[in-house]
């Protein structure tokens, strides 16, 4: 890290900021490019939460059914917004860093002056944009063929929920993606994240799951994403939204610790 | 269809010789003119570099002048890779030192003043050339008009597509630009032809000699004697980790070409060294190793002298046995 941040610091003072700042953002518009065009990526990640909600929010339930204090229509509006978030954000960092670092083009990067950090913003942005394209998906879905009734200032705050609660996952994937191979990488994302969000109660409502699995989920962070989600639209377990935030960012803080040790390893090897 | 292609191709090539010659010697001169060689802008002092038991690069000294294109010749395995690698900042030497424009290539400073070409096992597919080259040319200070980077790898035609839909050749001239796009002063070239078909292969080695009538410094990696030998001006021979020999390709070609008499005889060297026609000869524990140009005369002297004669064994010295000669086998070595 000292390395990198060295070659950063350097890289600030040599370029105006401007340049910088251009950089930043064609990485990240050239990150975007490639996995839009990437169609195992997009249409993935934006398919299953749309899938899913269409199937279980919209069709196989007649409208305005209750749960939880709302309709299940606008419930699984911020439940599945929740999935498709960590899906777009996992697989957004994870599978594009480990194929790019085991497969040589990381360090293609490595050797240009490109700032380092640009290389992981561009990561991070990528999955807070795909968040966002599921999430007014759904929103858009749930309002024209849902009969979800949600102020405008509602949705809005849905939807920055959402999108700022790609930043977890993203940490997280940063930090998968420096653990496992190019080649296993999206067998390892599936591994971790079905069976996360499944148990954080994604797929059916929390209120739905055995006692047991309910009291384990407020381990799992997605459970805490999702509970954010949900107090919007008045349909939270009546915890303080507090302690979510905590668990989330705490939860950061502990990707990014261990996305930093294998940043670190990895420098080890090839530096060191 | 290939028998009426046959004639053209040949023609084609011949043509393609004589440009290669015309352009070696407007080298040659180039070079002359501007005396023996720049200034050092890289180098390696003593480095020495192991992966974990494998010792990879071993106290070597190493360095490139200005305007001068290095081949860094060597089996796989042989620590060039390595060495790249340390010149560009990606490895640190687990001793000695490594220095690119009198400072540390993991500058940012430095590395917009380096380009560099590395084996890679996959690059993004579903950029498009054009984005490719705009993307790293942002990460440099004053790169090259996108034009002209194009124009110099070869390009144009197929700026417009994505790089899963390149064949080797293209994929590779593709890499190539994104070493040069920043026009940086030094760049360093690993293995750029490895690969490649005779065709694609020499249209790379018009693109590298391009960038020297440019003044720029190339160090370039190749385990093909030819690459080196149509390319540069200073051969490195490196094996084990080691620098076994260097020169000019004229030199490194001088030094083994012929043919090695090989035997195990009474007579002296003394005598065996005024025999018309040999080169050199050196005592190898029992036997007498002779370099000559040709081999039938001194082994008829040799017979008649000394009938007690034996072990003899002839080997021709020609370009890629002169290289193994020089490298001798490989092994226990990483790239």
Known sequence: MATASTALAHGISVR???????????????????????????????????????LFGLVLNPKGAPVGGTTIATYLIASYGAFGVMGASLFGTASGLAAERGLGWLQVKRASPMPPFAYFTAKVALGMTFSAIVVSLLLLLGVTFGGVHLPIRDAAELLAILVAGSLPFCAMGLAIGYFVGPNS??????????????????????????????????????YHLAQLALSVVGAGQHESNWVHWEALIGFSLLCLGVARVGFQRDEGKTYG | MMISLAGPIKVWLERGNRMIATLQETHERRKKESGDGGAVIASLHQASKNFGDVQALRQVDFAVRAGELVALLGPNGAGKTTAVKLFLGLAKPASGTVRVFGGNPIDAEVRTRIGA???????????????????????????????????????????????????????????????LCGDPDILFLDEPTVGLDVESRRLLWEEIRKLIARGKTVLLTTHYLEEADALADRVVVINRGEIIAEGTPAEIKASTTGRRIRCVSSLSIEIVRALPGVLEVRRDRDALEIRTAQAEPIIRELLMRDPGLSGLDVTSAGLEEAFLALTGSSNNAVA
């Open chain 1, 16 to 54: 105006p900021f401007s340049k910088t700042l251009l950089i930043y953002f064609k990485e990240a518009k050239y990150e975007f490019l490639t996995r839009l065009r990437l169609r195992a990526y997009s249409i993935s990640t934006i398919s299953f939460p749309v899938m899913f909600y269409v």
């Open chain 1, 185 to 222: 990488a999206v067998a390892a994302i599936n591994l971790i994240y079905l069976p996360l969000s499944a148990c954080s109660g994604l797929w059916i409502p929390i209120m739905f799951l055995p006692k047991l699995l309910q009291q384990i989920a407020h381990f799992l962070p997605p």
């Open chain 2, 117 to 179: 070409m590395l084996q890679v096992a996959k690059v993004p597919e579903t950029l498009k050339v054009r984005e490719h080259i705009d993307l790293f040319s942002s990460y440099y200070p004053k790169p090259l008009p996108l034009a002209e980077t194009l124009a110099m790898a070869s390009l144009q035609e197929i700026k417009d597509r994505e790089f899963g839909e390149l064949s080797g050749g293209q994929r590779q001239r593709v890499l190539f630009a994104l070493a």
